[in-house]
């Protein structure tokens, strides 16, 4: 191969490779690329002048590249001493594909940072063979910068949509003592911005110091059923659908499955108790998803309760209403039947869990509105706690806040990493 389009291979902008060579050291073999600039001069980087010439004789510097073929690669970069007619100032010639005076390139800086994105940066720093040191200054300097640009991008994307829909929930940070409110775009897949605190009072002074999540415009919010997040969007989005979250509405019916199960129980024979007890999973999964030797198993626990048997027809009857009706209109009628049918059981387990379907009817029916569900607010839910584990619950506030925006955006912050780089 052409030793001109090994630059090209390598993404070495602005430069020529001169030659490859190998050195022995301690770890190993490593690959040497000698390479030199292009161009003869650059336009001087004070006065803006091209009159620019070198000046003494070209040293070269170590710069640290992606390896190649598994092998350690390092650059070896002329270092041409540059000066300007015009001003008299003197600077080094600057290659592209590295910022200054550093002996990392862009690419190996990317790489560290796309590698502990998702991970730790002291996996970033095994994979890399970087000291753990350097590849922590990396992904901090990295991560400070890009959040604001990735959160930037986030909610411009949210300005342009037509039907923006919003997702809020929370996330504990000491499970039972304190939280934070997540605010996603749910069309577009983005996570806006986090608030500290769930209560009225904390999500009306987050407003006030961001209008511009403020002047947003959603058609719908998708929340589950706390009291203050639907006060809170009816302030603030008086004009946006409320839609309470399914999966957070199926989970009453699924509560009342639970205890009418346990009450079925106690009056069992032991060996009955324990087969209920233990396929207890084939109740709380949908019916169309279970095999037929599941289906075989359900059919014997339903005849231990006729109670047990009439719960579990209301949950697939919800299911079901969820999933087949046709719009709005015909969606409030099927609810208003589904909760006609449950009051007719007569089950005290059941006649509870109506009180909530009833208090919020509204806001249920509505999903067929808005077909959006908070299911990928708490996969990035998750994800938040994974990274709280993984970097040890940071006291760094400022620090905390920017990791979460960029792991939560992780393509937007890629490509904001690339612009910033190149």
Known sequence: MQLQHISNILGLQGANVIEITHETIEAGKIAIVWIEPILTSQICPYCKSPEVTRNGVPGCRRIRHLNIANTQC???????????????????????????????????????????????????????????????????????????LTKAAA???????????????????????????????????????ITEGRTLSE???????????????????????????????????PNAIRVADRF??????????????????????PQARLNLNRHRHVLNKRNDTLTDEQQTKLDELLKYSN????????????????????????????????????????????????????????????YHQCRFTNGIVEGRNGKIKSLQRRRFFLRNRSFYEALI???CNSDIALDEFKHLSG
């Open 155 to 193: 909610l411009e994307l949210a300005q342009r949509s037509t039907k923006l829909i919003l997702g809020i929930d929370d996330f504990a940070i000491r499970k039972g003592h304190n939280y934070n409110t997540g605010i996603h775009d749910l069309r577009g897949e983005t996570f806006l911005d």
């Open 203 to 237: 999500l009306r002074s987050y407003m006030e110091k961001n209008p511009q999540i403020a002047a947003l415009q959603p058609f719908a919010i998708v929340m589950d059923l706390a009291q203050a997040y639907h006060t809170f969007a009816a302030e603030f989005f």
């Open 74 to 148: 390092y650059l070896s970069a002329q270092r041409q001493r540059l000066k300007c007619g015009a001003c008299e100032g003197t600077h080094t010639y600057q290659y592209p594909f590295v910022t200054g005076k550093e002996r990392y390139t862009h690419a190996y800086k990317e790489q560290i940072y796309k590698i502990a994105i998702g991970s730790t940066v002291s996996h970033g720093a095994t994979v890399t063979e970087t000291p753990y040191r350097t590849a922590e200054r990396f992904f901090k300097e990295a991560a400070q910068r890009i959040a604001p």
């Open 405 to 407: 925006i960029i792991e």
């Open 248 to 269: 957070h509405v199926n989970r009453y019916i699924m509560d009342a499955l639970k205890e009418v199960r346990r009450r079925v129980a106690k009056n069992l024979a």
């Open 307 to 366: 109670d047990l048997k009439a719960v579990y027809e209301l949950k697939e009857m919800l299911i079901d209403w969820y999933d087949l009706s046709l719009n709005h209109k015909t969606a409030l009628v099927g609810f208003l039947r589904w909760l006609a049918k449950g009051r007719s059981f007569n089950i005290p387990e059941i006649d509870k869990a109506l009180i909530t379907f009833v208090n919020w009817q509204t806001e249920i029916v509505n």
